[in-house]
């Protein structure tokens, strides 16, 4: 039984500090393995970005591309749960936002909410949000707003804030 | 302790791995639609987003009029960090590496030394991360002055340069975020250098650090459970004992601590002492191996108690522990061959949990995860797991599109049957028009050029009327039959000569009502030939439009779809023979464990056997006496 005494001081002892525990044997071939992984990423990232182009050269032409992009306005507190787009009076998106949407959007990430494809000319956007005020009220706002289609792909920005707060309201301008 | 294992394990990588910055200000759709992904941990996506716009940016002549202009070095340090994060250490750095050696700031400079640094040490090269943490030179940004000491601490450490290391770790100890982590990291070097005097001292001090901060609470018994194990090693098992018992019951080093304490105990033959912290620790989750080994301890200080009896049912109640835990491990091993572990893991609503290779125990035929805590903490298992886990989303990713190009066929198809027979007709018509302009477009030109004539030089004639112009003819015609004639009368030619000059008379004090009428005419015109050159030119864009809808997508789209094919192929021998290393791994450690309480059983069942005869002889010899 005395071996038990050594042999758990060794245990111990394989719990003491150290800064990176490695399976060595294990180790070369894991790095190998993990430079492969690396260049088969670096690949499909590649076509990601090729295949993109050419879903967006063949579904939303140049000429005809309408986007839309969804932002929160800076130090808003505001929970927003969902957003609805309509446009020329046809619903064009509406989307609900999950915790990690909303994270991302409160930490200056834009979402592409709408790409689409309209003829060259005036347009009505009508934007609807839902959402949570800090204080636990729940409110809904619209906005209705025209903009001009011209020959070159178009980005709008919908910047939104809580009502009450800020500047506040739904604000809709050009990229 | 195995979730706080592997929360230590990568502490540091999380510590140095700084948010993507907030965009400020932000005039670059694209730039921030890559942080909307990144953000949510999506980081193929924001990669992709932010690596196209960049090589945009970097394609266009006038950049400076470019969104992305003002953000382009966030852009760059961001595409960095989405790299480093999404395990492309390859590639990660490059970008940085650009603003590193471009014309920037020095606050910028040392921003991007200090990502630079963060990459290499994250690539276990420690001698370029030292390089370009040596470039940091003059003005530091506040915000990353500590994380590049900490950072230049933990490389010294990494190359074994204690005594460096120690230096700038003294200089943490005031940070508010890195003095906790500083403090032990400070014992270690010490101890690594050999100072083992300074070693304690500061692991004492690390041990009794007054914090409510969960990782600090934790750093605080790491420091007391490593300064009692270095003090038990050495033989000064009365003096481990109040640092092991420093160590909250309730942490996660808790169970190290409990069966350490009780071995210092047994050393100073305190067995009663030590029957304490082990029969806390036998109640504990089994799969641990300082529980298991508690089983096993306890009755053997039963046995030094001469409390053989209890030491018996403890033995008995080890062996059944050690049978039932082999018998799990045993399932285990068999479930990995079966390939059910990496079933499990790549299963996506199981990942939706921050626990979730913990809870990767409570699936039916999964391996008891329990059991690969410290394999699944350790660095390369980490490594490969992810690559794994990142191999099962490229495939998944890769299928979806493989799976989208009959649509974009269908839709080319389509696009090409309802156009192909319209377009001879439609070229045709469009041809005899675009005659018709071009002619029109060269009268249009040749009045606007007589407009402008005639504003420099007036031409008064150009201005008559189709009747007057065939009056002048006929004038000059006559003009020139009476000077071949030699009878005509005077009275002739003056008659011509008056017939001319109320024509001239009229031509030239019309002369600027014609020529404003004229030019308004002219203007006219311009504003029609401009609406049929806008309507000419929409034909052309839509002409062009339509013939870019369904040609020239089939060899792209050839091409790509044998890439994504190759891909998956690709992709598919790199999971199997990732995949095959980690059940490996997890097998090894599982039959490691498994051997090992077999030994543990062994020792139970003779130390059961002799417990039993020593029970045995003490009843004999209480019932002999009188």
Avoid: C
């Amino acid at each position: 039984m005395s071996n038990l005494l050594r042999n758990s001081l060794l245990l111990v002892l394989a719990a003491s500090p150290v800064l990176v525990t490695a399976q060595d044997l294990s180790g070369d071939n894991i790095r190998s393995l993990d430079g492969q992984v690396q260049e088969i990423k670096s690949d499909v990232l590649s076509i990601a970005s090729e295949l993109n182009t050419l879903e967006e050269r063949l579904l939303f032409p140049s000429h005809t591309q309408v986007s839309l992009f969804v932002s929160i306005g800076q130090d808003e507190e505001f929970r927003l749960d969902a957003v609805q787009l309509e446009i020329n009076g046809e619903l064009a998106s509406h989307h609900i936002y999950s915790f990690k949407e909303l994270d991302a959007l409160q930490n200056g990430g834009v979402q592409k909410i709408y790409t689409g494809n309209l003829t060259t000319g005036e347009h009505q956007l009508n934007v609807t949000m839902i959402g949570k005020l800090k204080n636990g009220k729940d409110f809904n706002e619209s906005g209705s707003f025209v903009f001009t289609k011209g020959v070159k792909p178009k980005a709008l920005g919908i910047t939104l804030a809580g009502p009450g707060f800020g500047s506040g309201g739904i604000k809709v301008g050009d990229w | 302790m195995s979730r706080l294992s592997l929360l230590l394990a990568n502490l540091l990588l999380v510590l140095l791995a700084a948010m993507p910055a907030r965009a400020e200000d932000l005039n670059d759709l694209y730039f921030g639609e890559a942080l909307y992904f990144a953000h949510q941990g999506l980081y193929f996506e924001a990669l992709e987003r932010l690596d196209t716009e960049v090589l945009q940016h970097k394609q266009i002549d006038e950049p400076e009029l470019d969104s992305l202009f003002v953000h382009i070095d966030d852009a760059k340090f961001s595409l960095g960090d989405f790299e480093l994060r999404y395990r492309m250490h390859h590639r990660a750095g490059r970008a940085i590496r650009a603003v590193l050696e471009g014309a920037v700031d020095e606050v910028v400079r040392n921003d991007a030394a200090y990502r630079l640094a963060r990459i290499h040490f994250q690539k276990q090269q420690m001698e370029d991360a030292l390089l370009a943490l040596d470039r940091v030179d003059g003005e530091i940004p506040e915000a990353i002055r500590d994380d590049i000491e900490f950072l230049r601490a933990n490389v010294y450490l990494a190359q074994g340069k204690q005594l460096e290391s120690v230096d700038v770790l003294k200089s943490l100890k005031n940070s508010d975020e890195y003095s906790g982590f500083a403090s032990y990291n400070l014992g270690i070097a010490y101890l690594q250098n050999g100072q083992r005097a300074l070693a304690i001292e500061q692991l004492d001090r690390a041990g009794q650090i007054q914090t409510r901060d969960a990782s600090e609470l934790a750093i605080r018994d790491k420091s007391n459970l490593v300064l009692g194990t270095v003090l038990l090693e050495n033989g000064e098992f009365e003096r481990s004992l109040p640092y092991l018992n420093r160590v909250r019951l309730d942490g996660p080093f808790s169970n190290q601590a409990l069966l350490s304490a009780g071995w210092a105990a047994m050393s100073v033959e305190d067995f009663e002492r030590a029957v304490v912290p082990w029969s806390i620790l036998v109640d504990r989750e089994i799969t641990d191996s300082a529980t298991q080994e508690a089983l096993l301890a306890l009755p053997y200080a039963y046995g030094k108690l001469n409390i053989h009896g209890r030491a018996a049912i403890h033995y008995g109640r080890a062996l059944d522990s050690f049978g039932a835990e082999i018998q799990k491990l045993n399932a285990s091993v068999d479930s990995i061959r079966d390939g059910k572990f990496l079933e499990a893991l790549v299963r996506e609503e199981i990942r939706q949990n921050k626990d979730w290779v913990i809870r990767l125990r409570t699936l039916p035929e999964t391996p008891e995860t329990y059991y690969l805590m410290d394999l699944l903490a350790s660095h390369d298992f980490q490594t490969g797991l992810q690559n794994y886990l990142d191999l099962a989303d490229l495939r998944r990713k890769l299928l979806t599109w493989g799976g989208g190009f009959d649509a974009y066929d269908e839709i080319v198809e389509i696009r090409t049957g309802h156009y192909e027979p319209l377009l001879p007709d439609v070229d045709e018509q469009f041809r005899k028009l675009d005659s018709r302009m071009r002619l029109r477009v060269e009268q249009h030109k040749t009045l606007v050029k007589r407009r402008d004539d005639l504003l420099t030089s007036p031409r008064p004639e150009f201005l008559a009327t189709p009747e007057e112009q065939m009056l002048l003819e006929r004038i000059a015609v006559l003009e020139a039959k009476a000077a071949m004639n030699f009878a005509s009368n005077e009275q002739t030619l003056v008659r011509l000569q008056r017939l001319k000059g109320v024509l001239s008379y009229t031509l030239r004090t019309e002369y600027h009502a014609r020529l404003t009428e004229f030019d308004k005419n002219v203007r006219n015109l311009d504003q029609a030939m401009a609406m049929v050159q806008g309507e000419y030119d929409e034909y052309v864009r839509n002409r062009q439009a339509v013939t870019h809808s369904f040609e020239g997508y089939e060899k792209p789209m050839r091409r790509l779809r044998a890439e994504v094919e190759q891909s998956v192929e690709e992709i598919d021998r790199l999971m199997a023979r990732q995949g095959h290393l980690l059940e490996v791994l997890a097998i090894e450690k599982l039959v490691a464990r498994r051997d090992h309480l077999e030994n543990y059983g062994d020792k139970a069942r003779f130390a059961l056997a002799d417990s039993y005869d020593r029970a045995t002889q003490a009843q004999a010899r209480l019932s002999e006496t009188p």
